[in-house]
């Protein structure tokens, strides 16, 4: 990747289309906002191809995330909450946390970033009638 100065920020140009990336959300997504993209995207990613291998169907999945940061520290994130709501007929709910246990082990965002931030991951289930 190669990225480019550009008034109050950086750009890139990437496969999917241009990125810009700024402190100041006027001109770009804020580093810290990818950063927490970053994580939740591939720890969903990973964790919904995990369902689909085992045959979960499920009709929506949303994530909320809640960021701590310090800002005693350069606005350090300190903690990651991802908390997962999934829709679906026959929902377990430990077979849900089985999996995204396996998620978080195959994730490499999370895996890249585990020992300085912590991640907290917790599921709500919605269950449809049959």
Same mark, same amino acid.
């Not at 140009?13 to 402190?23: K, M, R, W």
């Given at each position: ?76 994130? /300190? =903690? ?5 709501? %999934?829709?679906? $007929? +026959?929902? @377990?709910? /430990? =077979? ?5 246990? %396996?998620?978080? $082990? +195959?994730? @490499? ?22």
């Amino acid at each position: 990747m190669e990225f480019q100065f550009k008034e109050a920020g950086v750009r890139v140009d990437l496969p999917y289309g241009v990125l810009d990336i700024s402190g100041n959300e006027d001109y770009g997504y804020r580093p810290y906002q990818l950063m927490v993209a970053s994580i939740a995207g591939c720890s969903a990613s990973v964790f919904m191809k995990i369902l689909e291998k085992q045959h979960v169907k499920i009709e929506d999945f949303v994530i909320q995330t809640d960021v701590t940061r310090n800002p005693d520290e350069a606005n350090k994130i /300190e =903690k990651i909450k991802l908390h997962y709501i %999934i829709k679906g $007929k +026959n929902l @377990s709910n /430990e =077979k849900l946390y089985k999996n995204l246990a %396996i998620a978080r $082990k +195959n994730c @490499s965002m999370v895996r890249s970033v585990e020992d300085s931030i912590e991640i907290e991951e917790s599921l709500e289930t919605i269950q449809l009638s049959i």
